[in-house]
């Protein structure tokens, strides 16, 4: 087995909950950043189709006020 390959998977084994986490929102703080520029890219009806998919998920949460309790108790 070469290094690269025996080094990515301790790599992987080492990861914990907390950090599997940070990098999700990373990603997604990153991807939310580029959304308009990607909206742009696309169709009109891509465009309207992804957003009548996800404002109502996006204001139900936000009305829900979870999304301040949803940071606690992740790997901690």
Same mark, same amino acid.
């Given at each position: 087995? +070469?290094?690269?390959?025996?080094?990515?998977?301790?790599?992987?084994?080492?990861?914990?909950?907390? #950090? !599997?986490?940070?990098?999700? =929102?990373?990603? !997604?703080?990153?991807?939310?950043?580029?959304? @308009?520029?990607? !909206?742009?890219?696309?169709? @009109?009806?891509?465009? %309207?189709?992804?957003? +009548?998919?996800? =404002? @109502? %998920?996006? %204001?139900?949460?936000?009305?829900? #006020?979870?999304?301040?309790?949803?940071?606690?108790?992740?790997?901690?």
């Amino acid at each position: 087995m +070469s290094k690269t390959k025996k080094d990515t998977q301790e790599e992987v084994r080492k990861t914990t909950l907390r #950090g !599997l986490f940070d990098k999700m =929102l990373s990603t !997604l703080e990153t991807e939310i950043e580029n959304l @308009p520029e990607t !909206l742009q890219g696309v169709t @009109p009806e891509k465009r %309207l189709d992804f957003i +009548s998919k996800n =404002l @109502p %998920l996006l %204001l139900k949460y936000r009305e829900s #006020g979870q999304g301040n309790s949803f940071l606690t108790d992740w790997g901690d």
